[in-house]
Nanobody, 119 residues
Framework: QVQLVESGGCSVQAGGSLRLSCAAS?????MAWFRQVPGKERERVAARDYDAEIHYIESVQGRFTMSRDFASDTVYLQMNSLKVEDTAVYYCASSNKDYCPSEARLYNYWGQGTQVTVS
């Protein structure tokens, strides 16, 4: 059983920066960040495949950076130039697949979520 614990979410002004962290109890091949707003499906924001390839959705390209520290089994999401539309609950997710799926339903483990509010 993999446990994921996110932290770092808070309220910030537009244009500001935040760094989210996700500590994993066990290392898995694929790690990803999703976000969800009320009434919408969970959206994959960034994902790191087993070979270190990282994928971003177009709306965060150049603003968000995902990284992984294997020594501490922690993944990060550095979010810069935040926009109001980035407001959401952000979730860390992991999969035993080598290549990260795009669909949330295919992930095995989830964190509890952390709220990011941009105003």
């Amino acid at each position: 059983q993999v446990q994921l614990v996110e932290s770092g979410g808070c309220s910030v002004q537009a244009g500001g920066s935040l760094r989210l962290s996700c500590a994993a109890s066990v290392s898995t091949s694929c790690m990803a960040w999703f976000r969800q707003v009320p009434g919408k499906e969970r959206e994959r924001v960034a994902a790191r495949d087993y070979d270190a390839e990282i994928h971003y959705i177009e709306s965060v390209q150049g603003r968000f950076t995902m990284s992984r520290d294997f020594a501490s089994d922690t993944v990060y999401l550095q979010m810069n130039s935040l926009k109001v539309e980035d407001t959401a609950v952000y979730y860390c997710a992991s999969s035993n697949k080598d290549y990260c799926p795009s669909e949330a339903r295919l992930y095995n483990y989830w964190g509890q979520g952390t709220q990011v509010t941009v105003s």
